[in-house]
């Protein structure tokens, strides 16, 4: 199963020629992630937050540009005892272009206690329904 969110491209979120900037696809991935987040039935609150953000990358295969409508894929291709791994391929929505593919690993994580703890069955069994194999 594939995960999918839409972002439409700002002008502030480009350069003087009208590219998206590179730092802006860590912004869509970011909602990207948060929206996936959500789908499993995790709420964005603070106080009850248990992920944490140990790695990510994005490798930009195509320019992007203003007001592109991009749809960010989001697949699951690992999920350890105590972190998983996500993939986000980012396409134009209107030619599906492949424009980046970004990579993140995520760490179930418990702020009172200030370590990692394995992660939950419930959740395991959500990004199972999302993972893929490469």
């Known amino acids: 199963m594939i995960h999918e969110t839409e972002v439409t ?6 350069d ?18 948060i929206k ?21 990358k994005c490798d930009f295969v195509n320019q992007g540009y203003f007001n592109q409508v991009l749809t960010i894929r989001t697949t ?6 105590k972190s998983f791994e996500i993939n986000h ?9 492949l424009i980046a593919k970004g990579n993140a690993v995520m760490v179930f994580f418990d702020f009172k206690e200030q370590k990692s703890k394995a992660i939950p069955d ?7 329904n999302y993972s893929v194999q490469i």
């Open 76 to 81: 699951v291709t690992r999920v350890g005892t």
């Open 16 to 33: 003087a020629l009208g590219h998206i900037n590179n730092t802006s696809y860590f912004i869509y991935l970011e909602e990207a992630r």
């Open 89 to 97: 391929d980012v396409v134009c929505s209107q030619t599906g272009e």
């Open 36 to 56: 996936f987040f959500e789908s499993l039935g995790y709420k964005m609150d603070a106080d009850d937050w248990n992920f944490i953000l140990a790695s990510i």
């Open 122 to 128: 419930l959740l395991r069994e959500g990004l199972t």
């Open 9 to 14: 491209a700002r002008f502030c979120e480009t």
